[in-house]
């Protein structure tokens, strides 16, 4: 029997029209390499197809580590998600020389998004921007977008003349910071951009909050499937998770397949 989960489940990624799975894998805050390449492998096998990673992560070696990870599966089967630092966007030039020593090393000729790490003030917005054109004329990035932006700065980027609309933006958002929903999340959806959800699981923390813990032990589901379902309750939000271990990753892969009911929901949203 395969693992696969339901095709059906996947979400459209915003206006980029491509479809991902619900719940994708972050490689912020690895450990160990050889388990987290175990268990995102096994992630792939149960149809989990978007991974995000970062010249800024483990000092690049999450980088090296991903270039493994891509050598064992089809390039094409999954949905890459750069996320870069505002200072090496600084100069389209010499980014573009940079960028192409990242692609190296993660065994691959481009990513499918590529986002500005952070809103970092002291940077033209406009020169960081001309940085992720430049990769996406050339054909290392497919789409582009924002990460950590507040809705004023997604405005900002959104007014900007440029080639390439922001499809994606990446924000911190779990049970426990619910942040977003009052400005980023409608903001994203009139706008039909599509929201990664980074921390989707607060660190671990969210798993263990009574409210999550009760709704668990109504749907026999765990407390990271439940937080997850949360996330992902809304249709243009994807969950990032981190996992290096294998039992946790099958539990987060499965997440989608739990339905929250409206009182559910209203609970964890109140908590
Ligand atoms: N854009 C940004 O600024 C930004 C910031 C933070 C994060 N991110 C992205 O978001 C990703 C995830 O965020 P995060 O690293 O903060 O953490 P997270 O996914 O919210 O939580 C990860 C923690 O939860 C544990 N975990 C995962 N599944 C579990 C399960 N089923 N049961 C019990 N524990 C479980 C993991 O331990 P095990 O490994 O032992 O499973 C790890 O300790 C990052 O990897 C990164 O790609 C982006």
């Known amino acids: 029997m395969s693992n696969q989960i339901n095709v059906d489940l996947k979400k459209v990624l915003g206006k980029t029209g491509v479809k991902v799975s619900p719940i994708g894998f972050g490689t912020l805050n ?56 505002p200072l090496i966007l600084a100069d389209p030039d010499s980014f573009e020389t940079k960028f192409n020593k990242f692609l190296q090393k993660m065994n691959t000729s481009y990513v499918d998004a590529l986002m500005i790490g952070w809103y970092e003030d002291a940077i033209p917005l406009e020169t960081q921007l001309t940085s992720l054109e430049r990769a996406a004329e050339r054909g290392y990035a497919k789409f582009i977008g924002v990460s950590g932006f507040k809705v004023k700065q997604i405005a900002r980027v959104l007014n900007m003349p440029k080639k390439y609309e922001i499809s994606l933006i990446q924000n911190r958002y779990n049970v426990m910071d619910k942040r977003i929903e009052k400005d ?39 407390g990271a499937q439940i937080a997850l379902s949360y996330v992902i309750s809304n249709p243009n939000v994807v969950a990032l998770v981190k996992s290096e271990n294998i039992d946790h990753v099958v539990e987060d892969v499965t997440a989608s397949k739990t339905v929250l009911k409206e009182e559910d929901l209203s609970a964890l949203r109140s908590m």
Request: hydrophobic share 50%; charged share 20%; glycine share 6%.
């Open 30 to 85: 690895i450990r160990d390499f050889i388990n987290a390449e175990k268990a995102m492998l096994k992630a792939v096998e149960y149809g989990i197809n978007i991974f995000e990673v970062s010249e800024t992560y483990a000092n690049g070696l999450a980088l090296d580590y991903f270039g493994r990870f891509l050598a064992k599966i089809k390039r094409e089967d999954v949905f890459i998600v750069f996320r870069a630092s």
């Open 184 to 222: 980023v999340l409608p903001f994203a959806m009139k706008n039909n951009i599509a929201v990664l959800a980074c921390s989707a699981l607060d660190g671990g923390q969210a798993i263990r909050q009574p409210v999550v813990m009760r709704i668990a032990s109504k749907y026999n589901a765990t």
